[in-house]
């Protein structure tokens, strides 16, 4: 589990070593060249962070692992949890998933407006092999996933 | 196919309503948490999204619970906001709808719907169209749903500011 006290630097929250992750993750699809993460344009006006170019993305990649999320997110992950036996979201613990996804392209300055933020839209399926679109918005200047989502095709 | 809403009688759910300015985000905590795991039931919870507004729902029951999530300020207008009439109820997805623990909903892309804020009123409403609801129902603390021809139409929060 991860906190604003205790980023993502440890083993993953579900038990999962990289190469189980990689397998309960592996459908989790690269940018095609239809687009889908990182081609959204952002508003007009928008005021959101730099997005680096794919030369300099490199240079700059994001590790899931210095991520943290905000008190809300974390309180919604926790909220409903009896003994560990009631996750209702399980892909927001996976470190793994979070890297999948921002390894899948150069994300966009977030269009809702969050400061210094951007965004991506990635396909995927989730745990339960549901088809759908992550949705991860992080805050560049606090390291902070702001939203994380999944939502069905 | 837009997702019917249909309200009936029922208590709001208690608890309170915030919005964090640090967060851009909504945030709301039960009063009770026995009462909110009682109306989740056994199913889980997925949600409703606006943009990233988060609309709360129990898979079970299809009973709107509460909203949060991310909803940065800086896209809000100011504007006059009269406080909607506030009968308590319970709103659900009715019609031919399947919920997936986890698996959100799109109702609209970030940025279709309007936010408008009345920081004397303290009211927010979130709106597609700014139509006129047919019924307003209290879903939770400072959280109420306009619903007009079986759709959701408004979304009205009075949250603490922090």
């Known amino acids: 589990m991860f906190t604003n006290d205790d980023p993502l630097n440890e083993e993953d929250p579900l038990g999962l070593t990289p190469e189980a992750d990689g397998e309960m993750f592996n459908e989790l699809e690269a940018p095609d060249p239809d687009g889908w993460a990182g ?55 996976s470190v793994l998933t979070i ?19 951007v965004r991506w839209d990635v396909r995927g399926y989730n745990e339960s092999d549901n088809e759908g679109t992550y949705e991860l918005v992080v805050n560049l200047k606090t390291m902070t996933i702001l939203h994380f989502g999944f939502v069905g095709k | 196919m837009p997702l019917e809403f249909s309200a009936s009688e029922g208590d709001a759910l208690g608890g309170l309503l915030f919005y964090l300015e640090s967060e851009y985000s909504f945030r709301f905590e039960a009063g009770s948490p ?15 999204l606006i943009g990233t507004l988060q609309i709360e729902v129990s898979v079970d029951s299809t009973a709107i619970l ?14 006059p906001v009269t406080a909607p009439s ?15 623990r986890g698996v959100s909903l799109k109702i609209a892309e970030v940025g279709r719907w ?8 303290g009211w927010v409403r979130v709106s597609e169209d700014n139509l006129d609801d047919e019924r307003q129902i209290l879903v ?12 959701l139409n408004t979304i009205w929060l009075r949250p603490l500011l922090i």
Do not use: C
């Open chain 2, 66 to 79: 509460y909203i949060w999530g991310l909803h940065p300020k800086s896209r809000w207008e100011t504007g």
């Open chain 1, 39 to 93: 081609e959204t344009e952002p508003e007009e006006g928008n005021s959101g962070g730099n997005v680096g170019s794919k030369e300099n993305n490199n240079d700059t990649k994001i590790k899931a692992t210095e991520l943290k999320v905000t008190d809300t997110i974390q309180q919604e992950m926790e909220k409903y949890v009896k003994d560990g036996a009631r996750i209702d979201r399980p892909y927001q613990r």
């Open chain 1, 99 to 117: 890297q999948n996804i921002i390894d899948s392209g150069d994300p966009v300055a977030d269009p809702g407006g969050a400061p210094d933020s």
């Open chain 2, 34 to 48: 026995v009462d909110l795991s009682d109306r989740v039931g056994n199913g889980g919870v997925t949600s409703l």
């Open chain 2, 140 to 151: 939770a603390s400072d959280t109420v749903l306009g619903i007009r021809d079986n759709s």
């Open chain 2, 114 to 121: 309007k936010t408008t804020f009345d920081s004397t009123s």
């Open chain 2, 86 to 100: 506030q009968e308590a109820g319970v709103v659900r997805l009715s019609g031919d709808v399947s919920l997936n």
